[in-house]
């Protein structure tokens, strides 16, 4: 089951604007990662944050996490049209036998208009 | 540092046909996965293994669906046979260990018909 439902399920911008992504999930968390899915391609791990992080930056990405109400942002600054892509939140919440398990959500598809 | 192998990138059965993937993982990466990602949703993972173990198959349809992992390297998963409903993108993944980042493949694309 999918535990990460994601807000909105799509969103075109102009260039250079800003886009924020929305990530809502439902257990307790080890931590919250995002990845990035380019048409017909595999995901690609974008930034990781922990459970006691609440904010988390790597180049024109910013994630915060607010643990209280299980829920998560992605922020990606001055888009550009390379960044046309699906976003996923996954949770981490927990491991089996030493091995991690991730629960991904249902995806944001951004679209960067020129 | 080569990325995760998957084989055949597409592929197009009929309806109970059978069919099978291969997943090479990176080298030295201990947990490998294989989800199913159907057009528009997020990956759904359909089994773990850490090495040649199965550590987690709770949503792996057993009745037609199958993996191994037999020298803790590369993997197959085989489905038979093939409902419409299986029509779907299968991932590979693959953890180094101890590690956080999941590693993907660009993924086989499943049309039954």
């Known amino acids: 089951s999918q535990q990460g439902e994601e807000d909105p399920q799509a969103l075109s911008i102009q260039e250079g604007e800003n886009a924020t992504m929305n990530c809502s999930y439902k257990?307790?968390?080890?931590?919250l990662q995002w990845y990035r899915q380019n048409s017909g391609r595999g995901l690609v791990h974008l930034i990781l944050?922990?459970?006691?992080?609440r904010e988390k930056h790597s180049g024109r990405l910013r994630v915060t996490l607010d643990t209280s109400k299980k829920s998560s942002s992605l922020l990606i600054t001055a888009s550009r049209a390379a960044d046309t892509a699906s976003y996923f939140c996954?949770?981490?919440?927990?491991?089996?036998?030493?091995?991690?398990?991730?629960?991904f959500g249902q995806g944001t598809r951004l679209t960067i208009n020129p | 540092e080569a990325g995760v192998a998957q084989s055949p990138r597409y592929k197009i059965i009929e309806k109970r046909q059978s069919v099978a993937f291969w997943c090479n993982p990176i080298?030295?990466?201990?947990?490998l996965y294989w989800y199913q990602q159907i057009l528009g949703q997020g990956p759904k993972l359909l089994i773990q293994?850490?090495?040649?173990?199965?550590?987690?198959d709770s949503q792996l349809p057993k009745d037609r669906f199958s993996a191994e992992r037999l020298k803790g390297v590369d993997s197959t998963l085989k489905i038979q046979p093939a409902k419409l409903e299986d029509s779907a993108v299968y991932l590979c993944?693959?953890?180094?260990?101890?590690?956080?980042?999941?590693?993907f493949g660009a993924g086989t694309r499943l049309s039954v018909l």
């Open positions: 293994f850490q090495n040649n173990g199965v550590v987690d």
């Open positions: 993944a693959s953890v180094g260990p101890g590690k956080n980042i999941q590693y």
């Open positions: 080298s030295g990466h201990a947990t």
């Open positions: 257990t307790s968390i080890n931590n």
């Open positions: 996954a949770t981490d919440a927990g491991r089996i036998q030493g091995a991690q398990k991730l629960v």
């Open positions: 944050i922990r459970s006691n992080e």
